[in-house]
C-alpha cells in the first residue's frame, strides 16, 4: 500500500478494527512517511490528534501532539497496559465530526506500550489530556467513534 499523496479525511474504514503494523524490515521508509504527512495535515487542522483510519488507512498508527508541533508522539500498534480507576470528563472535538463537542468520561490514568516507526518498543504513562487523547485515537484503530463513549 502506497502513502496517499494528498492526506485527507475519509469516513470509508471507521467502523472496521485495523491491522498491526509488521516490523519486518522495509516498512519504517513507509512508516515514516505515513507518521510525518499524518503530523502535518494535522497541524493544519488544528487537531490535536489523528488515527490512520480517519484518513482511510485502516492501520494501527495515530499520532497526537498536544502543543502543535511542541509534543508529537507517534505510535504504532499502541496498546493499554492498566487504567487507573479515577476519571477524567472532557469535552472532546474529532477531526472526523468537525460540528460536534461531546462530554466523554475516560481513565484519568494509563499505562502504555507502543512502537516508534522502527519498530522500537516504548513503555511509557500518560494522564490527564494526554491520556484522554491517546484512549480516544486508539477508540479509532478498533472502529469505535466518540458517540459510543458518551456518559450516560
Ligand atoms: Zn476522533
Known sequence: MLVPNKIKLSNYVLDKMAIAFQFDGHRPFWNKKLQDKMHKFMLESNGI??????????????CMDLENGGDPHYCFNPEILS???????MDEGCLSFPDEILT????????????????????????????????HELDHLNGIVFHERVTK
Not at 105 to 131: C, M, P, W
Request: with cysteine; hydrophobic share 40%.
Open 49 to 62: 490528534g489523528l488515527a490512520a483510519p480517519q484518513v482511510g488507512i485502516s492501520f494501527r498508527f495515530f
Open 104 to 135: 466523554i468520561t475516560r481513565a484519568e490514568n494509563i499505562v502504555v506500550k507502543y512502537f516508534d516507526y522502527e519498530g522500537n518498543q516504548i513503555d511509557t504513562q500518560f494522564s490527564g489530556l494526554h491520556s484522554v487523547c491517546f484512549q
Open 83 to 89: 487504567s487507573s480507576e479515577e476519571t477524567v470528563t
